[in-house]
């Protein structure tokens, strides 16, 4: 379903093997996370806003497949390697769900009292609260992650700070 878009890994095989399914997906480079811990945990503000471009263009793409990823974080997006090696990936659709209607374009329906998915650290305020709604989880994910790169705090309230 999202074969093709920049910065989605190419599929070399998917299968099962014993009583486990298997995807073999082309090799990338080192997550966000990764970099960002080489880096002193400081990245510059060029490489904040060229990282912004990038990751902002993969969940519009994801979003223009009428799905939302629902874990936003550094180690869901991976570098590509040689000649890729600037380009951004977006991996782990283990939580992606469809949230508009193909045809109609019309939203899933609002929902209330659901449990949290994804990672609490970049879920939206909303998340936290048990509402379901379309695109914001993956908005605030990308905003708070942004955020916490260019100098600031995780903008998710917490009583507890470590978790931060």
Not at 36 to 49: I, M
Not at 62 to 90: A, C, E, Q, T, W
Not at 98 to 109: A, C, G, N, V
Not at 124 to 137: D, R
Request: glycine share 10%; aromatic share 10%.
């Amino acid at each position: 379903m999202m074969a093709g878009g920049v910065g989605i890994p190419g599929i070399k095989w998917c299968g099962s093997e014993g009583d486990y399914n298997v995807m073999v997906m082309e090799l990338l480079g080192p997550s966000l996370e990764d970099l960002f811990n080489f880096c002193s945990r400081k990245f510059s503000l060029k490489t904040v806003l060229l990282l912004a471009d990038q990751l902002i263009t993969r969940i519009e793409y994801i979003h223009s497949k009428n799905f939302i990823h629902r874990d936003i974080k550094p180690d869901n997006f991976l570098m590509g390697l040689g000649k890729k090696g600037n380009l951004v990936y977006i991996i782990d659709f283990g939580l992606a769900k469809k949230y508009r209607d193909s045809r109609t374009h019309q939203h899933i329906p609002y929902r209330e009292n659901k449990n949290l998915t994804g990672t609490a650290r970049y879920a939206s305020v909303n998340t936290h609260l048990g509402i379901v709604c379309a695109e914001s989880p993956d908005t605030t994910g990308l905003t708070s992650y942004l955020f916490a790169v260019s100098g600031g705090r995780s903008q998710v309230p917490s009583r507890d700070r470590n978790m931060f």
